[in-house]
């Protein structure tokens, strides 16, 4: 399984963007797929996640409101919106796709999304006047 995030850009305050995850291979034992991020001063977190099935979505503390997931299964693309972007946004924001329920996947650490399923690379989104 491939994950290969695109859409991070710098941006002024206030903006929004679109992020996307192009997934390649076989998704059958993955059914969860989440968004982190790793902001300065943090360890990574997650922002939210999804049910690449049904589209259940579930969202980490303080995430719900400027985010929001979404995707097409058709086309094994995943994105996350961000709206009222804040320099404290700034970071890498990564895709995963996991062996989970979406609840369990948005509440892994790092090394378990690695035992459990797949990161992408990243993509650097910037916040700044």
């Known amino acids: 399984l491939q994950l290969v995030e695109s859409g991070g850009d710098l941006v002024q305050p206030g903006a929004s963007l679109r992020l996307s995850c192009a997934v390649s291979?076989?998704?059958?034992?993955?059914?969860?797929l989440g968004w982190f991020r790793q902001v300065l001063g943090k360890g990574r977190e997650a922002v939210a996640c999804?049910?690449?099935?049904?589209?259940?979505?579930f969202y980490g503390d303080s995430m719900e409101g400027r985010f929001t997931i979404s995707g097409d299964n058709d086309k094994n693309t995943w994105f996350l919106q961000i709206h009222s972007l804040k320099p404290e946004d700034t970071g890498i924001y990564y895709c995963?796709?996991?062996?989970?329920?979406?609840?369990?996947?948005?509440?892994?650490?790092?090394?378990?999304?690695?035992?459990?399923?797949?990161w992408g690379q990243g993509t650097q989104v910037t916040v700044a006047p």
């Open positions: 999804i049910d690449i099935n049904d589209a259940t979505t």
């Open positions: 291979g076989n998704t059958e034992n993955y059914p969860a």
């Open positions: 995963a796709a996991a062996e989970a329920t979406i609840q369990a996947l948005c509440l892994m650490t790092p090394v378990q999304v690695r035992l459990y399923g797949h």
